[in-house]
C-alpha cells in the first residue's frame, strides 16, 4: 500500500525551507515514487507548499469545494498508481472551520473535514514541535514582522495559547487519524533540517542537500520592539511592512538591533514556566526537551533607541532603494538573501544606488 504523509507543521521549525526544496526536488522525488503535488494548476499561481488545500477546506465555499474535488481526484490517481504521496502545510496545525462562533468547536469541524478528505488515503499525520519558550519567542517575532498583529509578547502567548497546547493539538490527530508521527525541531536542526527531515519519513535521501543553516533567520528582539511600536503607531501597509522587516534582517539593521546574548520577551521565570507547563502538560514526548532554569534578561525599548532606528531605517531606505525595486520586482521575500536575485539584476540595482548616493553627495 502506498504510503500518504500529512506534514501539518508545527509553525516555526523549517517548514519554509523543508516546503522549499521539496517543491525545487519534486521531479527527483517523483522519479523515486514521491508525489509532491501542491495542486498549482487547480488552485493557480505558484504553490511550494499545500497551504490553498488547508485554506479550502477551512472556507468550504462551492468554490472551495470544487476546486478540492478535483485535487482530490488527482491524489486519487497517484495513490491508485502506487504513488507514495507527501503533503505539507503548517496550515493544518492551526485551521479551524470559518463561521463558527466557537473556536473549539470550529477546530473540531475542521478535523474532520480533513479527516474525511483524507480518509481514504489511510494518512500518518506528522508533527514537528519546538522547545516551548523557543517555539513562543519566534512566534511573537514572526507575528511581528509579517502579519497585522500589534500587540505585546504577553497578549500574543495569551492570544494564541492554542498554538502551544503541544498535547491537545497531537491528540487531535491521533483522534482523526489514529496514530500520529512525533519529532524534534531541535534533534533535526543538528542534523540538519533537509536531510533530517527525508531521513525521519523514510523519504528518498537526494543530494547535494543545502547546507544546515537552510532555516531562515528570524528578526531580533529589540527589532521585533521597534516593529511592535511602529504598529502601534501607524499601521504601515503590506509593502512597507515588509521592507522594514528585511531592513530588521539586514547588515544595516544588526548594527542597529544589536543586544546582549539571551535577551528575551519573558517579563519573569514565572511566565516562562507557565507556558512551558502548558504545553508539555500531557504531551507525549516532554523528554524532547530539559525545562530552562536559566534566568530571565528582560529587554526594555527605549524612546532614544526608537529614534535612533527609524533614522537608521530612514537613511537605509535611500541608499539601498534600487536594490529594493529589483527585490520587489523579482518577488523576494524580507528573508531571502540579495543573491537570490539574478546577479546581472543585482549588479543593476547596486549601479541604480551608486548613481544615487553621488547624485546625494554621499559617495
Known amino acids: ?12 521549525t523549517g517548514t519554509t525551507a ?25 488552485f493557480g499561481g505558484t504553490l511550494r507548499a499545500h497551504h490553498h488545500i488547508a485554506h479550502a477546506l477551512a472556507n468550504w465555499t462551492d468554490d472551495d469545494r470544487r476546486l478540492l474535488d478535483k485535487y482530490h481526484a488527482k491524489l486519487r490517481k497517484h495513490y491508485d498508481d502506487g504513488k507514495d504521496i507527501l503533503i505539507s502545510a503548517e496550515a493544518f496545525y492551526r485551521h479551524a472551520a470559518k463561521g463558527c462562533d466557537n473556536p473549539d468547536a470550529a477546530r473540531a469541524v475542521y478535523m474532520k473535514r480533513i479527516g474525511a478528505y483524507f480518509e481514504e488515503f489511510a494518512p500518518t499525520p506528522s508533527l514537528v514541535f519546538r522547545r516551548p519558550d523557543g517555539f513562543a519567542e519566534s512566534f511573537y517575532k514572526e507575528h511581528i514582522a509579517s502579519g ?10 495569551t492570544r494564541f495559547s492554542a498554538r502551544f497546547r503541544y498535547a491537545e ?36 535521501e537526494l543530494t547535494p542537500l543545502e547546507s544546515k543553516g537552510q532555516v531562515r533567520s528570524g528578526i531580533s528582539v529589540p527589532a521585533a520592539l521597534w516593529m511592535a511600536q511602529i504598529k502601534r503607531d501607524q499601521m504601515p501597509d503590506k509593502r512597507e511592512l ?19 546574548k539571551g535577551a528575551s520577551f519573558w517579563s519573569s521565570t514565572q511566565q516562562r514556566d507557565a507556558l512551558w507547563d502548558l504545553a508539555v502538560d500531557g504531551f507525549s514526548r516532554p523528554d524532547f526537551w530539559q525545562k530552562p532554569t536559566d534566568p530571565i534578561i528582560s529587554y526594555a525599548w527605549s524612546d532614544d533607541q526608537h529614534a535612533q532606528a527609524e533614522a537608521a531605517y530612514q ?10 525595486i529589483f527585490r520587489e520586482l523579482v518577488g523576494l521575500a524580507p528573508y531571502d538573501p540579495d543573491t537570490a536575485v539574478p546577479a546581472p539584476i543585482r549588479a543593476l540595482g547596486r549601479a541604480v544606488d551608486g548613481v544615487r548616493l553621488i547624485l546625494r553627495g554621499e559617495s
Not at 497585522?148 to 502567548?157: A, L, M, Q, V
Not at 508521527?181 to 534533534?187: L, P, Q, T, Y
Open 148 to 157: 497585522p498583529f500589534k500587540g505585546s509578547f504577553e497578549d500574543c502567548i
Open 169 to 204: 493539538r497531537e491528540a487531535e490527530f491521533v483522534a482523526t487519524f489514529g496514530s500520529c508521527m512525533v519529532f524534534s525541531f531541535e534533534d533535526q536542526l543538528r542534523r540538519g533540517v533537509l536531510t533530517a527531515f527525508l531521513q525521519d519519513h523514510g523519504l528518498p
Open 1 to 12: 500500500m502506498p504510503r500518504f504523509i500529512l506534514h501539518a507543521g508545527t509553525h516555526k
Open 18 to 42: 523543508v516546503q522549499r526544496f521539496l517543491y525545487a526536488r519534486r521531479k527527483e522525488l517523483a522519479a523515486n515514487g514521491v508525489v509532491y503535488d501542491t495542486g498549482e494548476d487547480i
Open 315 to 324: 537613511h537605509w531606505r535611500v541608499t539601498k532603494k534600487g536594490s529594493q
Open 242 to 260: 515588509r521592507r522594514r522587516w528585511q531592513f530588521a534582517l539586514s547588515d544595516s539593521g544588526a548594527q542597529v538591533f544589536q543586544h546582549e
